[in-house]
C-alpha cells in the first residue's frame, strides 16, 4: 500500500512562486508513475503534470504549461511540483499520485490529502 504525504502549500501572491512536496511510502520508488492534480471549490479534480516513473518524460495541462516543473527524486521516494508565475486562478488544493502515467484521475490508484495553495491577486 502507497501512502502519499503533500506539503508546501501556502497563501502568495500573483506571479509568486511555490514548491510542492510529495512523499511517498511503502513500495513505492521507481515503481509508479507520479502526477498532481488540483481541485478548485465547486469543480472536478484537474490534471496538472505528471512524470514516468524514470523520471524522463513529462506531461502538463495546458493552462500550466511553461509555468509549473513537475520533478522527482526517486532515491527519496518524493515528487515535487514547482509553481512560478502564479495566478489567482492557480487557487485549488493540490494532490499528489501514483500509478500509470497518463492524464486521466483513473489511471491512478494511490493519492494524497492534499495541500492548499491560494494565490492572492
Known amino acids: 500500500q502507497v501512502q502519499l504525504v503533500e506539503s508546501g502549500g501556502g497563501l502568495v501572491q500573483a506571479g509568486g512562486s511555490l514548491r510542492l512536496s510529495c512523499a511517498a511510502s511503502g513500495p513505492t520508488g521507481s515503481s509508479y508513475a507520479m502526477a498532481w492534480f488540483r481541485q478548485a471549490p465547486g469543480k472536478e479534480r484537474d490534471f496538472v503534470a505528471a512524470?514516468?516513473?524514470?523520471?524522463?518524460?513529462?506531461i502538463y495541462s495546458d493552462s500550466v504549461k511553461g509555468r509549473f516543473t513537475i520533478s522527482r527524486d526517486n532515491a527519496k521516494n518524493a515528487a515535487y511540483l514547482q509553481m512560478s508565475s502564479l495566478k489567482p486562478e492557480d487557487t485549488a488544493v493540490y494532490y499528489c499520485?501514483?500509478?500509470?502515467?497518463?492524464?486521466?484521475?483513473?489511471?491512478?490508484?494511490?493519492w494524497g490529502q492534499g495541500t492548499q495553495v491560494t494565490v492572492s491577486s
Open positions: 499520485a501514483a500509478g500509470t502515467y497518463g492524464s486521466s484521475r483513473n489511471m491512478y490508484s494511490y
Open positions: 512524470i514516468t516513473r524514470g523520471g524522463y518524460g513529462t
